[in-house]
C-alpha cells in the first residue's frame, strides 16, 4: 500500500536559519503530493502540492519539488521565521477515484527568535 | 459556512459510553471526508461520503464505528462503548469534487477515561 516517510522532529531552528524536512513516498500509482501545515489549535492547511514529476510547489516561502526518480518530496524554505512554528505534514493522493490521502506522522518545527 | 465546522471541539467520555461527534461541511460540498488523528501520528483515513451515499468506509478501525450523512450535508461520527485506544483527533474534511481541493475542520479531541 501507499505511504509517507518523513523526518522526525522535533526540527530547531534560529530564526533567519535554513530549512528541509525530507519526506520521502512509496505508491502504487503516480500520485499528487502534498505538504500540509498545522498550527496549534488549528486544523491542517494546504501547503503546497504538486501533480506531476519535476513539478515545484510553493507557497510562503516554501518549497517542495516533485523528484520521481527518487521518490521524494523535500520541503525547503531559506530563511524561517517564528511564526513558521508549526507542525509539517507530507501526504499524498493517488490520482484516481477521490482521493484520500495517506500522510506521513508530521515534523514539529520550532523556530526561536 | 466559511469553513468546516465540528463540534464539540473536546470530548470527554468514560469508557463504555457512546459519543457523536458533528461535522458541517462547507455549503455545497459533495464530498466528506473522516480521519483519525492519533498523538504523535499523523491523519488516518476513516471514511468517505459523496453526499448522502457512503462509497468507502474501509478505514473504520471496528464495528463500534458508525458514520452517516442522511442528507448530503451535516455528517456525524458515533463511537459505541469507546475505549481508551480511541483517544484521538477526529477531522472532517470537504471537498467540491472528488477530493480536490481539500478544507479541514479543527478537529473533536477525543480523550477516553
Known amino acids: 500500500g501507499d505511504s509517507v516517510t518523513q523526518m522526525e522532529g522535533p526540527v530547531t531552528l534560529s530564526e533567519e536559519a535554513f530549512l528541509t524536512i525530507n519526506c520521502t513516498y512509496t505508491?502504487?500509482?503516480?500520485?499528487?503530493l502534498f505538504w500540509y501545515v498545522q498550527y496549534p489549535g488549528e486544523g491542517l492547511q494546504l501547503l503546497l502540492k504538486a501533480t506531476k514529476a519535476d513539478d515545484k510547489g510553493s507557497n510562503k516561502g516554501f518549497e517542495a519539488t516533485y523528484r520521481k526518480e527518487t521518490t521524494s518530496f523535500h520541503l525547503e524554505k531559506g530563511s524561517v521565521q517564528v511564526s513558521d512554528s508549526a507542525v509539517y505534514f507530507c501526504a499524498l493522493s493517488e490520482n484516481s477515484g477521490y482521493s484520500t490521502l495517506t500522510f506521513g506522522k508530521g515534523t514539529m518545527l520550532l523556530v526561536s527568535p | 459556512g466559511a469553513g468546516v465546522s465540528q463540534s464539540p471541539r473536546y470530548k470527554v467520555a468514560k469508557r463504555g459510553q457512546d459519543v457523536a461527534l458533528r461535522c458541517d461541511p462547507i455549503?455545497?460540498?459533495?464530498?466528506l471526508f473522516w480521519y483519525q488523528q492519533a498523538l504523535g501520528q499523523g491523519p488516518e483515513f476513516l471514511t468517505y461520503?459523496?453526499?448522502?451515499?457512503?462509497?468507502?468506509k474501509s478505514g473504520l478501525p471496528s464495528d463500534r464505528f458508525f458514520a452517516e450523512r442522511p442528507e448530503g450535508s451535516v455528517s456525524t461520527l458515533k463511537i459505541q462503548r469507546t475505549q481508551q485506544e480511541d483517544s484521538a483527533v477526529y477531522l472532517c474534511?470537504?471537498?467540491?469534487?472528488?477530493?480536490?481541493?481539500?478544507?479541514f475542520g479543527s478537529g473533536t479531541r477525543l480523550t477516553v477515561v
Open positions: 455549503s455545497g460540498h459533495v464530498s
Open positions: 474534511a470537504s471537498s467540491p469534487e472528488g477530493g480536490r481541493g481539500y478544507t
Open positions: 505508491a502504487t500509482g503516480y500520485p499528487s
Open positions: 461520503f459523496q453526499n448522502e451515499a457512503q462509497l468507502d
